[in-house]
């Protein structure tokens, strides 16, 4: 066995000297702490990261393909118009990162009540990644199948966000006049299926959800047409490829003829921009957190060390007279000194897992949702990034400590025999 790490698991911290065991004490709380702390920022803003990207995909989908503009488009080539051909269909059928796509179809329309009135926009929920989005943020009533909806008298029913239900004084249940404007006005009263808040006012206050049938009935569109098409993909973090991958096809089956238009891709990040540029700022505060963690945690690891050496300075003397070299002194102390570090590491992931577990399941720390668009505080565990925290630490603690155990070098053997 290693003599240093030997003499290191005899020698007790707690024992031989009233100044080690606080300091000891001091030492392993703070790495503790540190890590919680680091551990927590981690995976709340990895938690809150994942609530905003699948809210704004939610509302936008991964990719989403609408028409270029262009001298030649009127009435004849479908206007602003995506028409899902058959040549269109088969371009996204055979790239293999698609997942699914689904037309969308948006109207301008106006909620009337006797008392009131609120201008919205009429989205078709045609895809089933929009009703599931839509379904895990309700708050009363169901989101129906409306894409198994085919005639206009069928497709009155409608989803309406909480706060335009509590402006407009409406209930799921109930019935609102909708005032659909394209050529004309025209007026449908719609029965409330029901009632949804995602917390993004941003969306939540323009976007109400029903049936393409009756948009497709009012505009005089065909089914297969829409004004844009949401694509779902394999993996959300490559989007930006997968949007410059498709916008290549697109524009060669356009110059080969294959489509009578050319279109142009989107991602959720393009259309919520601001959002994401928020996010990654985030990312900014994270790194300032973990800097200032570590920093505390070497700085307590390095005065304990000292105070250690400083309480076993008879110890070091009593070595050195023996003949113990000053490197295996140094590794004495600094293997000591690790110890501290991983009891440390133990503790604090031991008590944040657990505190985020809790968070995880009952969301018991609340947030105002009017300032984070989250009510909850969101959590994302990734054994991996907590394994990488901890490696680390420990890696930087263990060079944090080397300098100062030069310390024991400059102990005098004949001076630490007066020492006490």
């Not at 005899?10 to 300091?23: E, F, M, N, V």
């Not at 939610?58 to 058959?86: D, I, Q, R």
């Not at 400083?310 to 023996?322: C, R, S, Y």
Request: glycine letters at 8%; hydrophobic letters at 50%; a neutral charge.
């Amino acid at each position: 066995m290693d003599f240093s790490l030997f003499i290191a698991r005899r020698l007790s911290l707690s024992s031989g000297g009233r100044r080690t065991a606080p300091a000891v004490g001091v030492a392993t709380a703070a790495v503790a702490l540190s890590v919680a702390v680091m551990i927590a920022s981690i995976a709340v803003v990895g938690g809150f990261k994942r609530e905003i990207r699948d809210k704004v995909v939610g509302f936008n989908s991964h990719l989403t393909v609408s028409a270029s503009a262009s001298p030649e488009t009127g009435a004849e080539t479908g206007g602003n118009l995506v028409s899902l051909t058959p040549s269109l269909r088969k371009i996204l059928d055979n790239e293999p990162y698609v997942v699914s796509y689904s037309l969308e179809a948006a109207m301008p329309a106006i909620l009337k009540t006797p008392s009131d009135f609120k201008g919205v926009y009429f989205k078709a929920l045609d895809g089933e990644e929009e009703r599931a989005f839509i379904r895990r943020n309700l708050v009363g009533g169901t989101v129906p199948d409306f894409s198994r909806v085919q005639e206009a008298d069928s497709a009155l029913g409608v989803v309406v966000s909480e706060p335009a239900a509590r402006q407009l004084g409406l209930e799921q249940g109930g019935k609102v006049d909708v005032y659909f404007i394209s050529d004309g006005v025209k007026v449908r009263r719609m029965r409330i299926d029901g009632v949804f808040n995602s917390h993004f006012d941003a969306y939540d206050n323009i976007y109400i959800y029903g049936a393409k049938a009756l948009i497709d009935d009012l505009a005089g569109i065909d089914a297969d047409k829409g004004t844009a098409l949401h694509v779902t993909t394999t993996d959300f973090d490559r989007v930006d490829e997968y949007a410059a991958r498709l916008t290549r096809r697109l524009v060669e089956g356009y110059a080969d003829g294959e489509l009578y238009r050319n279109y142009k891709v989107e991602t959720a990040k393009d259309r919520g921009r601001g959002y994401f540029s928020w996010l990654a700022l985030l990312d900014t505060n994270v790194a300032v957190v973990l800097a200032l963690m570590t920093v505390v945690a070497c700085i307590t690891l390095i005065s304990g060390l000292l105070i250690i050496i400083l309480d076993k300075i008879a110890f070091v003397g009593i070595m050195k007279a023996l003949g113990a070299s000053n490197r295996s002194l140094r590794r004495v102390f600094v293997y000591l000194a690790l110890k501290v570090t991983v009891a440390g590491l133990l503790i604090g992931n031991a008590l944040m897992v657990t505190i985020l577990a809790v968070q995880d399941r009952t969301h018991f720390i609340p947030l105002d949702p009017e300032s984070y668009y989250i009510d909850f505080v969101p959590v994302e565990f990734s054994w991996g990034a907590i394994a990488a925290l901890d490696i680390g630490v420990f890696v930087v603690a263990w060079l944090a400590l080397i300098l100062p155990s030069h310390f024991v070098a400059r102990i005098s053997p004949a001076s630490t025999m007066r020492y006490e």
